[in-house]
């Protein structure tokens, strides 16, 4: 995929159809993308992601309710296969392996979906990939999908947050 340096990937289009634009729902899900300062600037940037679209949640269920069940449940390593669809459905984490079918299966056009999300996350520039587990502590779980093109320093993240 070539683009300028900067600019929104146009791969992103079917992933935003599929899982929505940016936005402030706090339930259902969302796809952003952002230009990273560096690499180490990913998990910051996700749970810059998380905090903005639960929105006002943030606030009213307090930081320590979302910050408990956050936490990094899968990390692509360097020479792994890119299959995203494999990598989600083979997340041990028991909080995070729930929202998996959700993200997968249970979206309206499924099948388009997984292909976005293969179009977006297994391209070859893709060189950091992280899933992080998301949620209130109480009803609401969910995960958070981040993905770093070094080379352009694009990042993509889908947020998917679910009662």
């Known amino acids: 995929m070539t683009n300028a340096k900067g600019t929104k990937p146009e791969n992103m289009t079917d992933l935003e159809a599929a899982y929505g634009a940016p936005s402030q729902e706090g339930f259902g899900s969302a796809v952003f993308y952002e230009r990273l300062k560096t690499a180490d600037d990913l998990e910051k940037m996700a749970l810059e992601k998380c905090k903005y679209f639960v929105g006002d949640l943030w ?35 028991p909080d995070a392996s729930f929202s998996v079918p959700m993200i997968l299966e249970n979206v309206e056009g499924a099948e388009k979906a997984r292909a976005a999300l293969s179009v977006v996350y297994d ?12 949620g209130d502590g109480e009803a609401m779980s969910g995960l958070l999908v981040a993905g ?12 998917f947050l679910m009662d």
């Open 59 to 93: 606030e009213r269920y307090g930081e320590d309710a979302w910050m408990g069940p956050w936490k990094e449940v899968y990390a692509r390593k360097t020479g792994t296969k890119h299959d995203i669809v494999a990598e989600l459905r083979g997340i041990k984490d």
């Open 123 to 134: 391209e070859p520039a893709m060189t950091d990939l992280r899933v992080f587990n998301l």
């Open 148 to 159: 770093h093109r070094t080379e352009t320093d694009d990042a993509i993240f889908l947020v």
